[in-house]
């Protein structure tokens, strides 16, 4: 088979391609119930990691490990960027389990379980919180 056309024809498809893609990623966004880790949890992800409850990480049932989400508490506002490193909850009707230092930005420790707004948040690299 023989291919036609330039080097540069085939670039610009590539390239509308992978906008096509990085677009698709940017809008994934899901809302549901969240709970936090017990503050006695001291255990291994299921990325291999020892938990540890001072950062802002999540479990996820499906999202790729290392993916970070802004979670927002739609009432409050409060918002927190966490890198999905664990699988759950297991737990039916619950869509993150959060680590204990991104339930204390959410002001969800008194409450348990909080109705949590979650964005991928593609191309961040720390985690970050705002009021």
Same mark, same amino acid.
């Given at each position: 088979m023989r291919i036609r056309g330039?080097? /540069?024809?085939?670039? =610009?498809? &590539?390239?509308? #391609?992978? @906008? *096509?893609?990085?677009v698709a990623q940017t809008s994934r966004q899901f809302t549901g119930i969240a709970a936090?880790? @017990?503050? *006695?949890?001291?255990?291994?992800?299921?990325? #291999? *990691? $020892?938990?540890?409850?001072t950062k802002f990480t999540a %479990?996820?049932?499906?999202?790729?490990f290392g993916m970070r989400l802004r979670v927002t508490d739609p009432r409050s506002q409060r918002s927190i960027v966490v890198v999905?490193? *664990?699988? #759950?909850?297991?737990? $039916?009707g619950r869509v993150l389990? &959060?680590?204990l230092a991104a339930a204390k930005i959410l002001?969800? /420790?008194g409450r348990g379980? &909080? $109705?949590?707004? %979650?964005?991928?948040?593609p191309g961040l690299?720390?985690?970050? =919180?705002t009021r």
């Open positions: 330039s080097l /540069t024809a085939c670039t =610009a498809i &590539l390239t509308w #391609g992978a @906008s *096509d893609i990085a936090y880790y @017990s503050t *006695d949890y001291s255990g291994r992800t299921a990325h #291999g *990691d $020892k938990y540890d409850p %479990a996820h049932r499906s999202l790729a999905v490193n *664990d699988r #759950g909850p297991f737990s $039916k389990d &959060l680590s002001h969800m /420790t379980l &909080l $109705k949590v707004t %979650a964005v991928v948040e690299t720390t985690a970050t =919180a």
